[in-house]
DNA sequence: TGTTAGCACTCAGATATATAGAGTGCTAAC
DNA sequence: GTTAGCACTCTATATATCTGAGTGCTAACA
């Protein structure tokens, strides 16, 4: 079966109806309230296709539909598609925003006002991350050959953090070998970060090691690896308005509450969000990730639904903005918030130089390509 | 009437009983429970008497009794006056704590430590606030006459924070005697934190400024406002096991739950507490602070009780935890955690070195009485 | 005078039953 | 393809009934 465009449309007013209500919504409501003039009954038919489809379900036999997981889903998509041609302003709220950074000095205030001001301004809970720098850079590569099948490589990245790792070979190797590719994986990688290894210096490295191309993967895995593990280990998560959650009925209850506002304080999951933001990021998403109900990894979450969007401030300085809401939450308005925020931050951090604390020792970047 | 030994005796097995169950405890159980041997239709009539004291109630007609918040307080006054008598030790638990001190380095770090420790030992939510320097000192106090009947006084404190008020007389004051006035002020109060300034030194300067002591009085007060407000303004506190409060029915309804939760984020209720339990503690309490139900300002606590201890890092730093639980908490195993903690605090700090990054200037005070 | 057994009474909470209404699926007609 | 009509389902709400824990009071007892 096909979704046309009028099952869209149906599915549509379910969803913004429910909501609202937070209700299962019927046929005769559907019926009323879109512009297509159907009968309940037309539009009972249309919904019964759309359970088929699995985007709706019905909580129990003569109730209304309520959207599953995957017709969020449908919706999201279809949502983002459509900003994506939009590409929407929002100045006057940006303006308020920029207003509000310019008048904290201190970051951690400023993270704090961030979050206080989006759980006021969406009646969701929020979270953000403070930023810290991706850019760790490269310091020092080295493989040594363990016996003619094994090597053993490490990194040593800024602050000397160091990270070894055991490369099993399928076949032999020289020492004159080991020595090229250490020649070539320090003069290519050192003093590189994250960012800066892009899949064409990749390309670039391997078609220079020949043979040897599967190494150079493993060592970039470990590279990135002791990189993210050492940025996230410190990771600082500021949330706000998490008395919010006993606005939804479906999220209030005693034991579910009890649940999220452990997640909440813990923080443990929140950090796995914005890791998995940040690699979507580098992945090369548009920037606002969804994550519905199951798709997300905590327990806890599993009613709700977790909007986010990294920030940059220049410089390798990163950090994630989150909203965590209801499955019902209003997208659109979550999504126009997240990116107002996310413009203003880069914007704010533009023009001042970016942390009052930082030390601008920005490095010439080899150009390859 | 009087509260004779036995009637004591059946409101503590009354309030222990209702600890545990969190529910009406009946004429029955009591004469079952407690080692007195009385049938249930004599603890009825004790009942009785002690409902007529104010110390327990019916919910309702056909239900047993609950403590009121006057029932809670007798009961903890007379756990207090028992502690102090006993003067227990706990050496095993500081040792557990003071281990879990010693392991960690940054004050931040250590403070999340305690109340997470706190939290999971007493299953109940906890609070702590960053030490603060109670030390800030006066570098200035002027007296200027606007009139005979009125003077500006302006108060300067380290970190060149002012604050100024007008003091309105009984009398006319001539020039000389504010000139004197200005000068036994400033002599005798600059550099002087709060804690500094004792009762000894008070009363010693208003002897000497006669019949303007009034005035003095006035001046302390601003001292002491502009000292507090700058030490709280900057006040961080640190909250754990926000969830715990569903363990108990009483206060996991989602109304009430909604609004505790929305206290503990803002933190400003709980910078209250903090500010109270300091400032008794100054006035000479053995330390040890209980807040029953109504005793609490904030209204999202009126079903709680909190029981707070300051702690002392020595130098003038200093600091509290709270636990925050239900009205039925178990207040001897609250106060003692608490104890051990302050202890290993203290403790802990008097070996190391206070905190790393504190500067050590300190100051002989002029000793005066 | 204090203690206790006995009994009628009260009331919250659990259980069972009836009712209303929102909403569906299906059929037959347009 | 759309719609009106109708039987059917199931939740939520209201209502009545029952149960038991617990009380207060009285009268008898030590």
Redesign the interface.
Known sequence: MELDSRKATILDAIIQTYMETGEPVGSRTISKYTDLHLSSATIRNEMSDLEELGLIVQPHTSAGRIPTDKGYRFYVNRLQEKQKKEEETAQQEQAVNSLMIARTSRMEELLKKVVQYLAANTQYTTMISAPSYKRNKVKFIQLSKLNPRQLLNVVVIDGNIVKNHIIDLKDDITDEQVLKLNLLLNTRLNGLSLADINLGLISNIKEEAGEHSSIVNEVLDTIADVIRAETDENMEIYT????NI?KYPEL?D??K???L??TL?TKDSLKELVKDTEEQEANGSDGIQVYIGDENSDDSMKDCSVVTASYDLGEGLQGTIGIIGPKRMDYERVMENLKTMKASLNEAFKKQPAIPDHKKEREVVPDIE
Request: aromatic share 8%.
């Open positions: 706000s308005g998490a008395n006993f209030a005693g034991q509450a009890s649940r506002i452990s304080e």
